[in-house]
């Protein structure tokens, strides 16, 4: 067995110990049809107030200048499908499954140190860098080179066997590994993703981020615009419509990571709770959530929005 393969065997056996359930590798290159895209993306202003998105346009397309010499992206999925929905069955608030437990940078992060460390014990003094979400990395189009599934209609990755609820993350590194390539399109004539998008923020591979229920709901910080009333379908963070429809998510099966478990009280949150919610139990439940991010206002903001049409 020559060392490329090797080193790829162990990395792929240590990733899945420490429960990201898929990994790919795909070279460290230029990524050429994401350039193009993604400059007719931001012309049209389809980011909305995301300015940082308009930041580090190189970086964002060549991993080699994130990390010297690199040579390979690791891309790796962690699940986070719940057992069970909140809010969903019982005409409830609602927020995204992603964000039901603890915040998944801390949680992903932690398992990816974790994996640098073996690669380095391992193999020896590999130059290389983690990410999380938090840095300029087109992870779905690591992802999709990396075979870890095809760009859906709604923009998500979708793999095969288990769907898209999943986070994505990245090693980049200085060593050469054994590449996955693609894999093929399995949407075909179905759009039910676009059908059922209650915003039309969807077209067939296209998202207008600025139309959509989790850029209103998390990253717009001006208040929500009137013509999104009545449409938001009691999403207060975030939103899983695309997902929910998506007929490959009736492969997604229960995560097994107890951080990502709901908080006792989220669980039980009526839509008169969330109403009244306080400043105190907001920051009792979403201590150690991706719900903080919106901030207490950002939410008594988005609960109002709903329910006073």
């Given at each position: 067995?020559?060392?490329?393969?090797?080193?790829?065997?162990?990395?792929?056996?240590?990733?899945?110990?420490?429960?990201?359930?898929?990994?790919?590798i795909?070279?460290?290159?230029?990524?050429?049809?994401?350039?193009?895209?993604?400059?007719?993306?931001?012309?049209?202003?389809?980011?909305?107030?995301?300015?940082?998105?308009?930041n580090?346009?190189?970086?964002?397309?060549?991993?080699?200048l994130?990390?010297?010499?690199?040579k390979?992206?690791?891309?790796?999925?962690?699940?986070?499908?719940?057992?069970?929905?909140?809010?969903?069955?019982?005409?409830?608030?609602?927020?995204?499954?992603?964000?039901y437990?603890?915040?998944?940078?801390?949680?992903?992060?932690?398992?990816?140190?974790?994996?640098?460390e073996?690669?380095?014990i391992?193999?020896?003094?590999?130059?290389?860098?983690?990410?999380?979400?938090?840095?300029?990395?087109?992870?779905?189009?690591?992802?999709?080179?990396?075979?870890?599934?095809?760009?859906?209609?709604?923009?998500?990755?979708?793999?095969?066997?288990?769907?898209?609820?999943?986070?994505?993350?990245?090693?980049?590194?200085?060593?050469?590994?054994?590449?996955?390539?693609?894999?093929?399109?399995?949407?075909?004539?179905?759009?039910?993703?676009?059908?059922?998008?209650?915003?039309?923020?969807?077209?067939?591979?296209?998202?207008?981020?600025?139309?959509?229920?989790s850029?209103?709901t998390?990253?717009?910080?001006?208040?929500?615009?009137?013509?999104?009333?009545?449409?938001?379908?009691?999403?207060?963070?975030?939103?899983?419509?695309?997902?929910?429809?998506?007929?490959?998510?009736?492969?997604?099966?229960?995560?097994?990571?107890?951080?990502?478990?709901?908080?006792?009280?989220?669980?039980?949150?009526?839509?008169?709770?969330?109403?009244?919610i306080?400043?105190?139990?907001?920051?009792e439940?979403?201590?150690?959530?991706?719900?903080?991010?919106?901030?207490?206002?950002?939410?008594?903001?988005?609960?109002?929005?709903?329910?006073?049409?």
């Amino acid at each position: 067995m020559n060392k490329k393969v090797e080193y790829t065997r162990l990395i792929k056996d240590k990733a899945k110990e420490l429960g990201f359930f898929y990994t790919g590798i795909s070279k460290a290159d230029f990524l050429e049809e994401e350039a193009k895209k993604l400059e007719d993306w931001l012309k049209k202003r389809h980011h909305g107030q995301m300015a940082y998105m308009e930041n580090h346009f190189d970086k964002r397309l060549d991993p080699r200048l994130l990390v010297d010499g690199a040579k390979s992206v690791i891309s790796l999925l962690l699940n986070y499908f719940p057992k069970d929905y909140i809010g969903e069955n019982n005409d409830s608030l609602k927020i995204s499954k992603y964000a039901y437990g603890e915040d998944y940078h801390f949680v992903i992060k932690k398992k990816l140190k974790e994996l640098l460390e073996f690669i380095n014990i391992e193999i020896g003094d590999v130059g290389g860098r983690v990410f999380v979400d938090s840095a300029p990395v087109m992870d779905k189009a690591w992802a999709k080179r990396g075979g870890l599934g095809w760009m859906g209609k709604n923009t998500n990755i979708i793999n095969p066997k288990s769907g898209s609820y999943f986070f994505i993350a990245e090693l980049i590194l200085d060593i050469d590994l054994e590449e996955d390539g693609p894999i093929k399109d399995y949407c075909g004539s179905c759009t039910k993703c676009i059908d059922a998008c209650p915003t039309e923020a969807l077209s067939s591979y296209k998202l207008d981020a600025s139309k959509c229920i989790s850029y209103l709901t998390i990253e717009l910080k001006s208040q929500i615009p009137s013509e999104f009333k009545g449409k938001m379908d009691n999403w207060i963070f975030g939103c899983d419509i695309c997902q929910d429809v998506c007929p490959w998510n009736r492969f997604s099966k229960p995560h097994k990571q107890e951080e990502f478990d709901p908080h006792d009280k989220l669980v039980k949150m009526s839509k008169a709770d969330w109403e009244d919610i306080s400043e105190e139990v907001f920051h009792e439940v979403f201590r150690k959530s991706a719900v903080k991010r919106t901030k207490y206002d950002g939410l008594k903001r988005n609960i109002k929005f709903i329910t006073n049409y």
